[in-house]
C-alpha cells in the first residue's frame, strides 16, 4: 500500500508538469496489478525502421524533457507513473561521439555510453549499474544500464533503464535508444518487462 500511494504522487507531479487532461487516465495500473506487477496486454509500436511492444495502456506522450533528441518517441501510462521513450541515432552521430569514448570498441557501444553518460550529467547523485545484455529475436544483442537519482538534490527519486540496440536498414546502420523512467518505488517491478521489451525489438 505504501508503494502505491508514493506512485500516486509521482503520477500526481506527472501529470501537473506535463499538462496531461484527466481524460488521458488509463486503466494501465489496475491491469499492472492484476497481472501481479507485470506488464500485459502488449501492443506492437513503430518507430523510424524500427517495432517495440508495450502494453496497450501506453499513450502518445508530449512531454519529452528527458528525452536527447525531439524526433524521438514518447510514450506513457500516466496511472502507473511509468514513461517510455526510443530514439535514434545514425552512423553520423556515432562517429561524432566517438572522441569522447575511445576505449570503446564499435559504434553500437560508443552510442550507449554516450546515452549514459548524458542522462548522469542530468541526475544529482546518480548511481550507474554494470551492463547487460539481452537476446534479441533476430539474433543480436542489446544492451542496458541502470541509473538512478533525481534531477534536483530534493527531487524524486527515479530510476531510467536505459538499452540499445542496432539495425541495418537499406544498407545502413542505426542505435536505437530505449528508456523506461519511473518512481524508485515502481521501479523495482520492472527490470524483467524491460528485458522483454529489448528482447522482442526488431
Known sequence: MKIIKKSFLFICCCLILTACPVANKDSGLKKFKENHF???????????????????????????????????????????????????????EAEDYKFAFEDKKNSLDVVHAFYIEQRRNSMEDAKISLGHQVKQKNNSKAFYQIIDGSKYSYGTKLVYFIGTSEKKIKGKTFYYVFQMVSSKEMSAYLLNDFRKILSRVY
Open 38 to 92: 507485470d506488464f500485459s496486454d502488449f501492443k506492437r509500436n513503430y518507430h523510424k525502421g524500427i517495432y517495440f511492444y508495450l502494453p496497450d495502456y501506453f499513450r502518445q506522450d508530449y512531454n519529452q524533457s528527458y528525452l536527447y533528441k525531439k524526433d524521438g518517441i514518447s510514450l506513457a501510462s500516466y496511472e502507473t507513473g511509468i514513461f517510455f521513450s526510443c530514439e535514434r541515432f545514425d552512423e553520423n
